[in-house]
T-cell receptor, first 115, second 111 residues
Framework: GAVVSQHPSRVICKSGTSVKIECRSL??????MFWYRQFPKQSLMLMATSNEGSKATYEQGVEKDKFLINHASLTLSTLTVTSAHPEDSSFYICSATSGPDYEQYFGPGTRLTVT | KQEVTQIPAALSVPEGENLVLNCSFT??????LQWFRQDPGKGLTSLLL?????REQTSGRLNASLDKSSGRSTLYIAASQPGDSATYLC??????????FGQGTTLQVKP
């Protein structure tokens, strides 16, 4: 299957700082990328949908000014958690797809810990 | 609003047993349904994708079925192995590609 990478895999930051997470599709062009967060023992919750070259669409309850998403190319999307707080600590996972007829391929996730 | 439910939440079986994981969804207007596997602390691995017009898909020891009208899907695992131990997630998508996930079934296969 197709490969999606995320960087970094783990990050620890201090409260009030910003953290950028990268999601890359390595061997295919992803017209759409999705960002999810997952709390321990819970399922994935969609945060936003990112289409290349356009603004991200955020799910209800997700602060767009706090979670900045950029999808500058068909192989790269970034999620920046601004002014991070301990409650933002979570497992962030991205996925990428070539379109709704195709499978979504998931990255390995980024574990964010805000101290 | 689409809701996806997976039963059971956890399952423990001896090695070699055949097993079925269940997934139900409230809105039958889905575009496709995917089954994923997630190992602890890891991302998701796609197992099977069933388009809304299909009834089932098979890959190796895995078989997934879809009954859109009743809002149900099952994942059948034949001859289970300890390496199959993981959390299995079912997700349905709309035509925008957005996935709605169930809570998952955590499977333990004992040697």
């Amino acid at each position: 299957g197709a490969v999606v990478s995320q960087h970094p895999s783990r990050v620890i930051c201090k409260s009030g700082t910003s953290v950028k997470i990268e999601c890359r599709s390595l061997d295919f062009q992803a017209t759409t990328m999705f960002w999810y967060r997952q709390f321990p023992k819970q399922s994935l919750m969609l945060m936003a949908t990112s289409n290349e070259g356009s603004k991200a669409t955020y799910e209800q309850g997700v602060e767009k000014d706090k979670f900045l998403i950029n999808h500058a190319s068909l192989t790269l999307s970034t999620l920046t958690v601004t002014s991070a707080h301990p409650e933002d600590s979570s497992f962030y996972i991205c996925s990428a797809t070539s379109g709704p007829d195709y499978e979504q391929y998931f990255g390995p996730g980024t574990r964010l810990t805000v101290t | 609003k689409q809701e996806v439910t997976q039963i059971p939440a956890a399952l423990s079986v001896p090695e070699g047993e055949n097993l079925v994981l269940n997934c139900s969804f409230t809105d039958s207007a889905i575009y496709n349904l995917q089954w994923f596997r997630q190992d602890p602390g890891k991302g998701l691995t796609s197992l099977l994708l069933i388009q809304s017009s299909q009834r089932e898909q098979t890959s190796g020891r895995l078989n997934a079925s879809l009954d859109k009208s009743s809002g149900r899907s099952t994942l059948y695992i034949a001859a289970s192995q300890p390496g199959d131990s993981a959390t299995y997630l079912c997700a349905v998508s709309s035509n925008t590609g957005k996935l709605i996930f169930g809570q998952g079934t955590t499977l333990q296969v004992k040697p």
